[in-house]
C-alpha cells in the first residue's frame, strides 16, 4: 500500500508522547512482575532475564508488539563495533536491526562487604550515561534509557545518588544548560523516575530517560 | 488511450454515429495488434466495449453471446457503470466480471501459433507421401511469414508482384487464391529470389533451388488455408475473403516470439497423442535448456537492466544466449526510437545508415545454436524494416546502392569459419565459453536468458572446460582466498552446483562487461532456492555487487506454460559489494488478475523488500541461503520475525539422524532417534542383492494406501510375503522399528506407528526407543498442525515455488525443543501427555469398527484440530502469530504459482467478503488503538464499497469511542474521497494505481482504498499495515 501523509495532527493526537512513552510505560509495567531469584546479582544476568520477560510480555499482550534484543552491537560511522548496548528494542513488525529505542543496564545499591554502595559513579560513567553523551550508543537517535536496577530496593537513595552525581558530572554529561535531573512527564506515575536533557556535539539534543527498578526476590 | 501499468489497454474511440463494419474492422485491428484488451466506441449516446481478445469474424453481431462484444453501455441509464469503468479495468474486476468475453487462448498469439504448428504438421505429414523434413517446413513458412509481412505493410507491392509475373495482391492469401497452386509455387520462389536480390543475400539462405524441389500443391493448399485463417485444430475453414490476419498490425516481436516458439515445438507423435506430444515437447526443451523468452518477460527484463539510464544510445549489447534474439529486438527498437526523438529531421539515409550502424556495432548476440541465429536476423531484420515508412525503403536501397553502403539489409550472422570481420555482425554462432579476448570488458549490458541445464542433462564441455581452467579468474581468486585461510575450496560447489548451466553464464558474463557495466540476467530460481548452492551463493554474492533480485516464481506458469523451474532476474554490476551491511532489493511480485493477457508483471510495495547481504552470507555459511530468499518471498515483516523465533529454537535435527557407520558396518554416530528411508525392491543394476532378513509374516505398508491419518492400524498394513526375495537396497533395521513416524515422499502424510512395519523408499520413518513414545506422537501432531505447514512454506527450497515437496533434511530443521528445552519442562510435559493421549484416543474410536469408514476421517479430523491447540500451546504461539500461521496456510499457500486458467479460484484473488473485511478492520483498528492506549482518541472504521470498481474505501475516523465496523455501498462521499486522494496521489506518485493501494493520511481521519482481492483484506495484512501505519503517525513516514 502506498501512503502518503497530509497532516501530522492524526499522529500527534494519538500518540502525543511517541513511541518512547509506550515503551517505557510497558517496561515500568513489566518489571512490576519480576522476581529475581536469590542468587542473581550480576547486572548482566538481570537485563537478561529482564529482557526475556519483557519480550514474553509482548508475546502474550495484543496490545504490544516491540521486540526486545540483547547486546546490541553498536557501531561508529566506519561500521567498526565500539560498544554493545544491552537492550534494543524493535517497533511493531520490525526486526533487528531497526531499533527505535535503546537501553543501558547498572546497578545501584549494591551491598559490597556489609556497605550499600550506591554504585552512582558507575551509573553515570563511561559505561553508563556517557555512553549515550559521546555518541557512542546509536547516533541516529534522539532519546536513550537507563535502567537503574535499585538492588536494595531503596528508591529515594539511589535516585538521590544519581542526581548527585549527575550535578558534579554535569559538563562532562554535557547536560543542557538550566536543566537537572527531573520528573519525566512520559512517566508521570513514577516519581523517582527522571529525565535529563543533553546537549551534546553539532547542537545534537538528547534526552535521557532515568528508569529505577527496585529487585523484589522470590 | 488507457495505460495500466504502463501498457497500452483500452483504445477509446468517439464518433458521430455507429457504423458496425468499421467498429468490427477496428476490432480487427486490435486482436492483431496483441497489445490492448479492449476497444470502446462512444457515439454520445451509446458506448459499445469489444473485447480485442475474441477472434476476429466477417459477419455482423447479432447473437447476444457474440464475444466480439462486451458489453453495451448508455449514458442515461449506465452512468454509474461508465464512471466506475476505468477504476474497474484498473484493478481487474471488468475483466473478472465478463471473463468469457476475455480468454487469453482466443488471442492471435495464441492462435497464429496453434496454426502455425498445424501448418506444419500438415507439410510434414509423411503419411501423404510428399511430407517435408522439419527444416524444409520451417524454412519455407518463415520465408512466407516474411513475404507476407512485407505484402501487407506495403514494403513491396505491384511492382515486385508484376517481376514475377503474379497479378496485385494485397496479401499474400490473395495471392496465393489468385492462381493454381503450381503457379503459387513457381511465383513465390521467384517472390523469394527477388527479395534475396533486392534486401539481403543471406535473409533466403542459399537452398532455394533445393527446396522448391520439395514443395507440392498439396503444401500450397496447406498455406492458403493457414493464411486464410482457418482453425486448423477445430477443423474449421475461414469465411471467403475474410482476412483474419493482419500482419500490418501484427508486432513484429510477436512474430519472432511466435516463429521461435514454433520452431521449439515438436511434430506430434504418429498416434497423435496430444499429451505424449506435449510432454515430448517439453523433454525437447528440458534437454536443450531452452525456454524461449516470451517478450513481455524480455521487456521486463530490458526495463530492470537499463533502469535509470538517460540513454540507450552509444552503449554496447551483449546477449550471451541470444535463442531468437529477443532481448536484442527489444533493445534495438527502444535505441531505434531513442535515436529517432533525437534526430527527428535526420535524412532517410542517415537514419539507415546509424541504425545499421546500432544493428552492427551495438548489439552482439552469440548462441551456439545455427538456427537460433538464423531466427535473431530474421527478428532483427523485420524490426529494422519497421523503422521506415514502406516507400523509403525502396528510395533507400537506391541510395545505399549509390553511396556503396550495400543492400538494405546488412549481413547479421557470423558462422564460425566464416571469413568475414567479427565486428560488423550482430550475431555469432558459437558457444559463449570458447576462448575470447576480443570481447572481454566491452559491453555496456550483458543481457540474456542463458540455458536452464541442470543434473541429467547433457552439460556443456567447453562452459566446464572454462570454469575449473586457469582461464577463469574467479577460480584463481577463490583458490588464493581459501589457501589464505588454510581451508580447501569445493570448486565445483561453488562454480557449477548440481550442474547448473545458468551458474557458468552468471560467473562468465561479468567478464564481457565494462567497469562500470552490468550484467543482468533471466535464470532459473534453483540457483537461488536450493540446498546445494550455497558455496556458489556465499562465493557470488561476495564478488559482485547485486542491484536487485527479482523473483518471477509465483509467475512459473504463467510466464513459462511448461516450464517446471521458475524464474529469477538478477541484476548486478562486476565490482565488490561496497560493503558487508549492503541491502539487495528483493522484488517478489505476486500473480495478479488485472490483465487476462497477463501482460504485465504490477508490483506491489509490500513486494519491494531488501534483503541483508550479511543474512545472506550467514545463512550461507549454515548450508541455508536459500531460507534467506524464501522468507522474503512471502512473509512479511512480522513473519520474518516469527520464523526468527522459531529458527533459534532447537531443531529436529538435534536428536534426529541418519546412523553414520564405518566400512565395517560398526555405528560411528546414533542420534536419539533414527531417520531413514525405506527399501528398494530389486532392479536390473542391482550388483549385489542384500537379503531382506524379514519373516513373510511381518507387517507392510504400501505408501499408495492413503487411509492412515495421524496413526497406523495394523489393519492398515498387510503381511509383507515371499514376493520381495532380494532388495536392492537394505537400510538399517531400526528404521522399521516401533515407536516410529512414518512420512510420505510428498510430504504430505505424518503417521505414528505404534509396532514394527517394513515400507519402501517412497517412505521414510523417525523411529526411537519406547520411552520416547510420547514424543513421537507429539511429533505426529507437530508434523500434521499448521505451524508445520508453515515453518516449510516459508523455509523450504521447493514448496511453493518448484515442486509442492520438502526434503527430509528440511524436515529435520522443523523446531522441535524437547520438554526440558524449554523454559517450563512441566509444563511442556504435560502437553506431550495430553497430545499422547489424545492420538491414543483416535486409535480407540477408530477401532476396528471404522477403519475403513468415512467416519474414520471426521474422527481424524477432529483430532487434528484438538492437536493443533496443543501444539500452539507447547510452542507458545501468540494471537497474532496464530494470524499470521492462518493465513499462510488458508490463503496464501493455497494461491502459489497459478497456471492462467486458476488465477479465477485462488484464493488470495477471490473478491473479499463484508466478513473478511470486517476483521481486517477491526484487526487494523485495535492495532492502532492498542498502541494509542496513552492518548483520549481512538480510530473508527467504516468502509465504502464501489463493487463496480472492485474497490474498498475503508476510513478510519479519530473519535473518542471506538466503534464496529459499518459498510456502505459508495456513493457522493466515496466520489469526494477519491477525488481528495487523486490528488494527494498525483503529488506523491504522479497517479493514483488502483491496485496497489493507496492510504492517505489527514487531520482527523485516515482513508485506505484497496482493491477487493482478498489478498489485501487479511488479517495478517491489517497487522502489517498497522505497522506501516504506525511508522507514518509516529514519524511521518521520515524515520521508516
Given at each position: 500500500m502506498i501512503r502518503k501523509i497530509r497532516s501530522q495532527q492524526l499522529g500527534r493526537e494519538l500518540f502525543a508522547d511517541g513511541l518512547v512513552g509506550l515503551v517505557l510505560d510497558f517496561v515500568q509495567e513489566t518489571w512490576k512482575g519480576i522476581q529475581l531469584p536469590h542468587g542473581i546479582r550480576l547486572e548482566k544476568r538481570i537485563t537478561l532475564l529482564f529482557m526475556k520477560e519483557l519480550n514474553r510480555c509482548c508475546h502474550e499482550d495484543t496490545a504490544y508488539d516491540w521486540a526486545f534484543f540483547p547486546e546490541v552491537p553498536d557501531c561508529n560511522a566506519e561500521g567498526k563495533e565500539v560498544s554493545r548496548i544491552d537492550i534494543g528494542v524493535s517497533a511493531p513488525g520490525r526486526r533487528q536491526p531497526e531499533y527505535c529505542f535503546v537501553f543501558e543496564g547498572k546497578r545501584l545499591n549494591i551491598s559490597r562487604g556489609g556497605r550499600t554502595i550506591s554504585n552512582a559513579a558507575e551509573y553515570v560513567g563511561p559505561a553508563g550515561m556517557m555512553c549515550f553523551v559521546t555518541g557512542k550508543y546509536s547516533s541516529g537517535q534522539s532519546e536513550g534509557g537507563m535502567l537503574g536496577y535499585v538492588m536494595d530496593g531503596e528508591l529515594n537513595p539511589a535516585r538521590s545518588a544519581i542526581v548527585d552525581r549527575i550535578n558534579l558530572k554535569r559538563t562532562e554529561l554535557r547536560l543542557a544548560p538550566g536543566t537537572a535531573y527531573s520528573p519525566s512527564k512520559q512517566m508521570p506515575k513514577a516519581p523517582f523516575n527522571g529525565e535529563t536533557k543533553h546537549s551534546l556535539e553539532k547542537a545534537r539534543k538528547f534526552t535521557i530517560f532515568h528508569l529505577l527498578l527496585p529487585i523484589q526476590r522470590n | 488511450m488507457l495505460c495500466v501499468e504502463g501498457r497500452p489497454t483500452v483504445y477509446f474511440k468517439r464518433v458521430k454515429a455507429k457504423d458496425s463494419k468499421c467498429e468490427l474492422n477496428w476490432q480487427r485491428k486490435l486482436w492483431n495488434q496483441g497489445a490492448a484488451t479492449m476497444l470502446v466506441v462512444d457515439d454520445a449516446s451509446e458506448v459499445r466495449i469489444y473485447s480485442a481478445l475474441a477472434k476476429p469474424a466477417s459477419g455482423s453481431i447479432t447473437a447476444p453471446d457474440d464475444e466480439r462484444l462486451v458489453t453495451t453501455l448508455t449514458w442515461a441509464a449506465d452512468a454509474l457503470e461508465l464512471q466506475q469503468f476505468i477504476r474497474g479495468v484498473e484493478t481487474g474486476a471488468f475483466y473478472r466480471r465478463h471473463a468469457p468475453r476475455f480468454q487469453p487462448e482466443r488471442s492471435v498469439d495464441r492462435y497464429l501459433l496453434d496454426n502455425l504448428c498445424a501448418a506444419r504438421d500438415e507439410l510434414c505429414d509423411y503419411s501423404k507421401g510428399d511430407g517435408l523434413d522439419r527444416d524444409t517446413a520451417h524454412h519455407f513458412l518463415g520465408r512466407c511469414l516474411f513475404t507476407g509481412y512485407l505484402l501487407e505493410r506495403e514494403v513491396i507491392g505491384s511492382r515486385q508482384l508484376r517481376k514475377v509475373g503474379a497479378p496485385a495482391a494485397r496479401n499474400l492469401r490473395e495471392l496465393l487464391e489468385s492462381m493454381t497452386g503450381s503457379q503459387a509455387i513457381d511465383t513465390l520462389y521467384a517472390l523469394f529470389r527477388l527479395l534475396q536480390d533486392d534486401f539481403n543475400g543471406s535473409l533466403f539462405g542459399n537452398q532455394l533451388p533445393g527446396e522448391q524441389k520439395h514443395i507440392r500443391v498439396r503444401h500450397i493448399e496447406v498455406l492458403k488455408r493457414f493464411f486464410r485463417g482457418d482453425d486448423f485444430k477445430a477443423g474449421q475453414p475461414a469465411l471467403t475473403g475474410f482476412d483474419l490476419y493482419d500482419f500490418s498490425f501484427i508486432p513484429i516481436e510477436l512474430i519472432s516470439a511466435i516463429y521461435e516458439q514454433f520452431l521449439a515445438a515438436p511434430a506430434p507423435e504418429a498416434d497423435d497423442d496430444e499429451e505424449a506430444s506435449d510432454e515430448q515437447s517439453k523433454s525437447q526443451r528440458r534437454k536443450a535448456g531452452a525456454y524461449y523468452t516470451p517478450p513481455r518477460l524480455a521487456e521486463l527484463v530490458v526495463d530492470i537492466a537499463t533502469e535509470k539510464w538517460p540513454t540507450l544510445l552509444k552503449k554496447r549489447y551483449l546477449d550471451p544466449a541470444c535463442g531468437s534474439g529477443i532481448f536484442l529486438v527489444v533493445l534495438f527498437q527502444r535505441m531505434a526510437g531513442e535515436w529517432r526523438r533525437r534526430n527527428s529531421t535526420a535524412t532517410n539515409l542517415k537514419r539507415a545508415c546509424e541504425l545499421r550502424r546500432i544493428l552492427t556495432e551495438s548489439l552482439c548476440g552469440v548462441d551456439r545454436d545455427p538456427t537460433a541465429c538464423m531466427i535473431a536476423s530474421f527478428s532483427l531484420y523485420l524490426a529494422f524494416l519497421d523503422q521506415f515508412d514502406p516507400p523509403d525503403i525502396w528510395a533507400l536501397k537506391k541510395e545505399l546502392e549509390a553511396a556503396g553502403e550495400g543492400k538494405v539489409l546488412p549481413p547479421l550472422t557470423l558462422v564460425a569459419?566464416?571469413?568475414?570481420?567479427?565486428?560488423?555482425?550482430?550475431i555469432h554462432a558459437k558457444n559463449f565459453f570458447a576462448p575470447e579476448t576480443d570481447a572481454l570488458g566491452k559491453f555496456d549490458l550483458v543481457i540474456g536468458n542463458p540455458p536452464w541445464i541442470g543434473r541429467n542433462q547433457p552439460g556443456d564441455e567447453a562452459a566446464e572446460k572454462w570454469l575449473f581452467s586457469e582461464a577463469n579468474p574467479f577460480l584463481i581468486e577463490i583458490k588464493a582466498q581459501a589457501q589464505k585461510q588454510k581451508k580447501k575450496p569445493d570448486l565445483k560447489a561453488v562454480f557449477l552446483p548440481a550442474q547448473q548451466s545458468a551458474i557458468a553464464f552468471m560467473w562468465r558474463a561479468p567478464l564481457f562487461a565494462k567497469a562500470d557495466g552490468i550484467v543482468c540476467l533471466l535464470l532459473p530460481s534453483r540457483v537461488l532456492l536450493s540446498n546445494q548452492t550455497d558455496a556458489f551463493q556465499a562465493a557470488w554474492f561476495a564478488r559482485f555487487q547485486v542491484e536487485c533480485v527479482w523473483q518471477l516464481a509465483d509467475y512459473r506458469r504463467i510466464l513459462f506454460s511448461g516450464a517446471k523451474c521458475p524464474a529469477v532476474v538478477i541484476k548486478n554490476r562486476i565490482d565488490r559489494p561496497a560493503d558487508e551491511g549492503q541491502m539487495i532489493e528483493y522484488i517478489t511480485p505476486k500473480a495478479e488478475r488485472l490483465d487476462p493477457r497477463q501482460a504485465v508483471i504490477p508490483v506491489l510495495p509490500e513486494d519491494r523488500k531488501m534483503v541483508p547481504l550479511d543474512s545472506l552470507a550467514l545463512r550461507a555459511k549454515e548450508d541455508r541461503a536459500f531460507i534467506v530468499w524464501k522468507e522474503f518471498f512471502w512473509g512479511t515483516g512480522r513473519d520474518r520475525g516469527f520464523l526468527d523465533r522459531l529458527l533459534k529454537l532447537p531443531p529436529l535435527s538435534k536428536i534426529a539422524g541418519k546412523i553414520k557407520r564405518d566400512k565395517a558396518g560398526q555405528v560411528l554416530e546414533r542420534k536419539r532417534w533414527v531417520k531413514g528411508q525405506g527399501f528398494q525392491p530389486p532392479s536390473k543394476s542391482m550388483e549385489i542383492p542384500k537379503d531382506p532378513g524379514w519373516k513373510p509374516s511381518d507387517l507392510f505398508l504400501d505408501a499408495g494406501n492413503k487411509r492412515p491419518q495421524l496413526i497406523l492400524l495394523e489393519s492398515d498394513c498387510k503381511p509383507i510375503g515371499?514376493?520381495?526375495?532380494?532388495?536392492r537396497r537394505k537400510p538399517d533395521d531400526a528404521i522399521f522399528a516401533a515407536p516410529m513416524v512414518l512420512v510420505n515422499q510428498g510430504f504430505t502424510r505424518f503417521v505414528f506407528s505404534p509396532f514394527p512395519v517394513y515400507f519402501q523408499d517412497s517412505l521414510q520413518s523417525i523411529a526411537g526407543p519406547p520411552e520416547d513414545e510420547n514424543l513421537l506422537l507429539f511429533l505426529t501432531a507437530v508434523l500434521n498442525s499448521p505451524l508445520a505447514s508453515y515453518f516449510f512454506f516459508h523455509t523450504?527450497?521447493?514448496?511453493?515455488?518448484?515442486?509442492d515437496k520438502v526434503h527430509f533434511e528440511e524436515l529435520l530443521q522443523l523446531p522441535f525443543p524437547l520438554p526440558e528445552e524449554t523454559d517450563d519442562p512441566d509444563r511442556s510435559w504435560a502437553i506431550v501427555r495430553k497430545a499422547a493421549a489424545r492420538l491414543h484416543q483416535v486409535k480407540a474410536d477408530i477401532g476396528p469398527a471404522f477403519a475403513l469408514d468415512p467416519k474414520r476421517e471426521q474422527i481424524c479430523a477432529d483430532a487434528k484440530a484438538d492437536l493443533n491447540e496443543l501444539v500452539y500451546d507447547y510452542f507458545e504461539v501468540s494471537a497474532r502469530e496464530r494470524v499470521l500461521i492462518e493465513d499462510t496456510v488458508e490463503i496464501y499457500r493455497k494461491s502459489i504459482t497459478p497456471s492462467p486458467a486458476r488465477l479465477n479460484r485462488i484464493p488470495t484473488l477471490t473478491e473479499s467478503k463484508e466478513p473478511q473485511r470486517q476483521e481486517y478492520a477491526h484487526y487494523l483498528r485495535d492495532a492502532l488503538n492498542g498502541w494509542a492506549k496513552r492518548s483520549a482518541w481512538r480510530v473508527s472504521p467504516k468502509g465504502q464499497l464501489a463493487e463496480r470498481a472492485g474497490l474498498c474505501l475503508l476510513t478510519l475516523t479519530k473519535v473518542q469511542r471506538a466503534e464496529d465496523y459499518v459498510e456502505e455501498k459508495a456513493a457522493q462521499e466515496f466520489e469526494k474521497v477519491m477525488k481528495r486522494l487523486s490528488r494527494a496521489s498525483a503529488e506523491q506518485q504522479g497517479g493514483i494505481t488502483y491496485l496497489r493501494g493507496f492510504a492517505l493520511i489527514e487531520k482527523e481521519c485516515i482513508h485506505i482504498l484497496k482493491p477487493l482481492a482478498l489478498r489485501h483484506w487479511t488479517k495478517s495484512a491489517a497487522l502489517n499495515d498497522a505497522d506501516d501505519l504506525l511508522g507514518d503517525l509516529l514519524f511521518g513516514g521520515e524515520n521508516r
Amino acid at each position: 500500500m502506498i501512503r502518503k501523509i497530509r497532516s501530522q495532527q492524526l499522529g500527534r493526537e494519538l500518540f502525543a508522547d511517541g513511541l518512547v512513552g509506550l515503551v517505557l510505560d510497558f517496561v515500568q509495567e513489566t518489571w512490576k512482575g519480576i522476581q529475581l531469584p536469590h542468587g542473581i546479582r550480576l547486572e548482566k544476568r538481570i537485563t537478561l532475564l529482564f529482557m526475556k520477560e519483557l519480550n514474553r510480555c509482548c508475546h502474550e499482550d495484543t496490545a504490544y508488539d516491540w521486540a526486545f534484543f540483547p547486546e546490541v552491537p553498536d557501531c561508529n560511522a566506519e561500521g567498526k563495533e565500539v560498544s554493545r548496548i544491552d537492550i534494543g528494542v524493535s517497533a511493531p513488525g520490525r526486526r533487528q536491526p531497526e531499533y527505535c529505542f535503546v537501553f543501558e543496564g547498572k546497578r545501584l545499591n549494591i551491598s559490597r562487604g556489609g556497605r550499600t554502595i550506591s554504585n552512582a559513579a558507575e551509573y553515570v560513567g563511561p559505561a553508563g550515561m556517557m555512553c549515550f553523551v559521546t555518541g557512542k550508543y546509536s547516533s541516529g537517535q534522539s532519546e536513550g534509557g537507563m535502567l537503574g536496577y535499585v538492588m536494595d530496593g531503596e528508591l529515594n537513595p539511589a535516585r538521590s545518588a544519581i542526581v548527585d552525581r549527575i550535578n558534579l558530572k554535569r559538563t562532562e554529561l554535557r547536560l543542557a544548560p538550566g536543566t537537572a535531573y527531573s520528573p519525566s512527564k512520559q512517566m508521570p506515575k513514577a516519581p523517582f523516575n527522571g529525565e535529563t536533557k543533553h546537549s551534546l556535539e553539532k547542537a545534537r539534543k538528547f534526552t535521557i530517560f532515568h528508569l529505577l527498578l527496585p529487585i523484589q526476590r522470590n | 488511450m488507457l495505460c495500466v501499468e504502463g501498457r497500452p489497454t483500452v483504445y477509446f474511440k468517439r464518433v458521430k454515429a455507429k457504423d458496425s463494419k468499421c467498429e468490427l474492422n477496428w476490432q480487427r485491428k486490435l486482436w492483431n495488434q496483441g497489445a490492448a484488451t479492449m476497444l470502446v466506441v462512444d457515439d454520445a449516446s451509446e458506448v459499445r466495449i469489444y473485447s480485442a481478445l475474441a477472434k476476429p469474424a466477417s459477419g455482423s453481431i447479432t447473437a447476444p453471446d457474440d464475444e466480439r462484444l462486451v458489453t453495451t453501455l448508455t449514458w442515461a441509464a449506465d452512468a454509474l457503470e461508465l464512471q466506475q469503468f476505468i477504476r474497474g479495468v484498473e484493478t481487474g474486476a471488468f475483466y473478472r466480471r465478463h471473463a468469457p468475453r476475455f480468454q487469453p487462448e482466443r488471442s492471435v498469439d495464441r492462435y497464429l501459433l496453434d496454426n502455425l504448428c498445424a501448418a506444419r504438421d500438415e507439410l510434414c505429414d509423411y503419411s501423404k507421401g510428399d511430407g517435408l523434413d522439419r527444416d524444409t517446413a520451417h524454412h519455407f513458412l518463415g520465408r512466407c511469414l516474411f513475404t507476407g509481412y512485407l505484402l501487407e505493410r506495403e514494403v513491396i507491392g505491384s511492382r515486385q508482384l508484376r517481376k514475377v509475373g503474379a497479378p496485385a495482391a494485397r496479401n499474400l492469401r490473395e495471392l496465393l487464391e489468385s492462381m493454381t497452386g503450381s503457379q503459387a509455387i513457381d511465383t513465390l520462389y521467384a517472390l523469394f529470389r527477388l527479395l534475396q536480390d533486392d534486401f539481403n543475400g543471406s535473409l533466403f539462405g542459399n537452398q532455394l533451388p533445393g527446396e522448391q524441389k520439395h514443395i507440392r500443391v498439396r503444401h500450397i493448399e496447406v498455406l492458403k488455408r493457414f493464411f486464410r485463417g482457418d482453425d486448423f485444430k477445430a477443423g474449421q475453414p475461414a469465411l471467403t475473403g475474410f482476412d483474419l490476419y493482419d500482419f500490418s498490425f501484427i508486432p513484429i516481436e510477436l512474430i519472432s516470439a511466435i516463429y521461435e516458439q514454433f520452431l521449439a515445438a515438436p511434430a506430434p507423435e504418429a498416434d497423435d497423442d496430444e499429451e505424449a506430444s506435449d510432454e515430448q515437447s517439453k523433454s525437447q526443451r528440458r534437454k536443450a535448456g531452452a525456454y524461449y523468452t516470451p517478450p513481455r518477460l524480455a521487456e521486463l527484463v530490458v526495463d530492470i537492466a537499463t533502469e535509470k539510464w538517460p540513454t540507450l544510445l552509444k552503449k554496447r549489447y551483449l546477449d550471451p544466449a541470444c535463442g531468437s534474439g529477443i532481448f536484442l529486438v527489444v533493445l534495438f527498437q527502444r535505441m531505434a526510437g531513442e535515436w529517432r526523438r533525437r534526430n527527428s529531421t535526420a535524412t532517410n539515409l542517415k537514419r539507415a545508415c546509424e541504425l545499421r550502424r546500432i544493428l552492427t556495432e551495438s548489439l552482439c548476440g552469440v548462441d551456439r545454436d545455427p538456427t537460433a541465429c538464423m531466427i535473431a536476423s530474421f527478428s532483427l531484420y523485420l524490426a529494422f524494416l519497421d523503422q521506415f515508412d514502406p516507400p523509403d525503403i525502396w528510395a533507400l536501397k537506391k541510395e545505399l546502392e549509390a553511396a556503396g553502403e550495400g543492400k538494405v539489409l546488412p549481413p547479421l550472422t557470423l558462422v564460425a569459419g566464416d571469413a568475414a570481420k567479427p565486428a560488423k555482425h550482430a550475431i555469432h554462432a558459437k558457444n559463449f565459453f570458447a576462448p575470447e579476448t576480443d570481447a572481454l570488458g566491452k559491453f555496456d549490458l550483458v543481457i540474456g536468458n542463458p540455458p536452464w541445464i541442470g543434473r541429467n542433462q547433457p552439460g556443456d564441455e567447453a562452459a566446464e572446460k572454462w570454469l575449473f581452467s586457469e582461464a577463469n579468474p574467479f577460480l584463481i581468486e577463490i583458490k588464493a582466498q581459501a589457501q589464505k585461510q588454510k581451508k580447501k575450496p569445493d570448486l565445483k560447489a561453488v562454480f557449477l552446483p548440481a550442474q547448473q548451466s545458468a551458474i557458468a553464464f552468471m560467473w562468465r558474463a561479468p567478464l564481457f562487461a565494462k567497469a562500470d557495466g552490468i550484467v543482468c540476467l533471466l535464470l532459473p530460481s534453483r540457483v537461488l532456492l536450493s540446498n546445494q548452492t550455497d558455496a556458489f551463493q556465499a562465493a557470488w554474492f561476495a564478488r559482485f555487487q547485486v542491484e536487485c533480485v527479482w523473483q518471477l516464481a509465483d509467475y512459473r506458469r504463467i510466464l513459462f506454460s511448461g516450464a517446471k523451474c521458475p524464474a529469477v532476474v538478477i541484476k548486478n554490476r562486476i565490482d565488490r559489494p561496497a560493503d558487508e551491511g549492503q541491502m539487495i532489493e528483493y522484488i517478489t511480485p505476486k500473480a495478479e488478475r488485472l490483465d487476462p493477457r497477463q501482460a504485465v508483471i504490477p508490483v506491489l510495495p509490500e513486494d519491494r523488500k531488501m534483503v541483508p547481504l550479511d543474512s545472506l552470507a550467514l545463512r550461507a555459511k549454515e548450508d541455508r541461503a536459500f531460507i534467506v530468499w524464501k522468507e522474503f518471498f512471502w512473509g512479511t515483516g512480522r513473519d520474518r520475525g516469527f520464523l526468527d523465533r522459531l529458527l533459534k529454537l532447537p531443531p529436529l535435527s538435534k536428536i534426529a539422524g541418519k546412523i553414520k557407520r564405518d566400512k565395517a558396518g560398526q555405528v560411528l554416530e546414533r542420534k536419539r532417534w533414527v531417520k531413514g528411508q525405506g527399501f528398494q525392491p530389486p532392479s536390473k543394476s542391482m550388483e549385489i542383492p542384500k537379503d531382506p532378513g524379514w519373516k513373510p509374516s511381518d507387517l507392510f505398508l504400501d505408501a499408495g494406501n492413503k487411509r492412515p491419518q495421524l496413526i497406523l492400524l495394523e489393519s492398515d498394513c498387510k503381511p509383507i510375503g515371499r514376493e520381495i526375495g532380494e532388495l536392492r537396497r537394505k537400510p538399517d533395521d531400526a528404521i522399521f522399528a516401533a515407536p516410529m513416524v512414518l512420512v510420505n515422499q510428498g510430504f504430505t502424510r505424518f503417521v505414528f506407528s505404534p509396532f514394527p512395519v517394513y515400507f519402501q523408499d517412497s517412505l521414510q520413518s523417525i523411529a526411537g526407543p519406547p520411552e520416547d513414545e510420547n514424543l513421537l506422537l507429539f511429533l505426529t501432531a507437530v508434523l500434521n498442525s499448521p505451524l508445520a505447514s508453515y515453518f516449510f512454506f516459508h523455509t523450504s527450497a521447493n514448496l511453493g515455488v518448484e515442486r509442492d515437496k520438502v526434503h527430509f533434511e528440511e524436515l529435520l530443521q522443523l523446531p522441535f525443543p524437547l520438554p526440558e528445552e524449554t523454559d517450563d519442562p512441566d509444563r511442556s510435559w504435560a502437553i506431550v501427555r495430553k497430545a499422547a493421549a489424545r492420538l491414543h484416543q483416535v486409535k480407540a474410536d477408530i477401532g476396528p469398527a471404522f477403519a475403513l469408514d468415512p467416519k474414520r476421517e471426521q474422527i481424524c479430523a477432529d483430532a487434528k484440530a484438538d492437536l493443533n491447540e496443543l501444539v500452539y500451546d507447547y510452542f507458545e504461539v501468540s494471537a497474532r502469530e496464530r494470524v499470521l500461521i492462518e493465513d499462510t496456510v488458508e490463503i496464501y499457500r493455497k494461491s502459489i504459482t497459478p497456471s492462467p486458467a486458476r488465477l479465477n479460484r485462488i484464493p488470495t484473488l477471490t473478491e473479499s467478503k463484508e466478513p473478511q473485511r470486517q476483521e481486517y478492520a477491526h484487526y487494523l483498528r485495535d492495532a492502532l488503538n492498542g498502541w494509542a492506549k496513552r492518548s483520549a482518541w481512538r480510530v473508527s472504521p467504516k468502509g465504502q464499497l464501489a463493487e463496480r470498481a472492485g474497490l474498498c474505501l475503508l476510513t478510519l475516523t479519530k473519535v473518542q469511542r471506538a466503534e464496529d465496523y459499518v459498510e456502505e455501498k459508495a456513493a457522493q462521499e466515496f466520489e469526494k474521497v477519491m477525488k481528495r486522494l487523486s490528488r494527494a496521489s498525483a503529488e506523491q506518485q504522479g497517479g493514483i494505481t488502483y491496485l496497489r493501494g493507496f492510504a492517505l493520511i489527514e487531520k482527523e481521519c485516515i482513508h485506505i482504498l484497496k482493491p477487493l482481492a482478498l489478498r489485501h483484506w487479511t488479517k495478517s495484512a491489517a497487522l502489517n499495515d498497522a505497522d506501516d501505519l504506525l511508522g507514518d503517525l509516529l514519524f511521518g513516514g521520515e524515520n521508516r
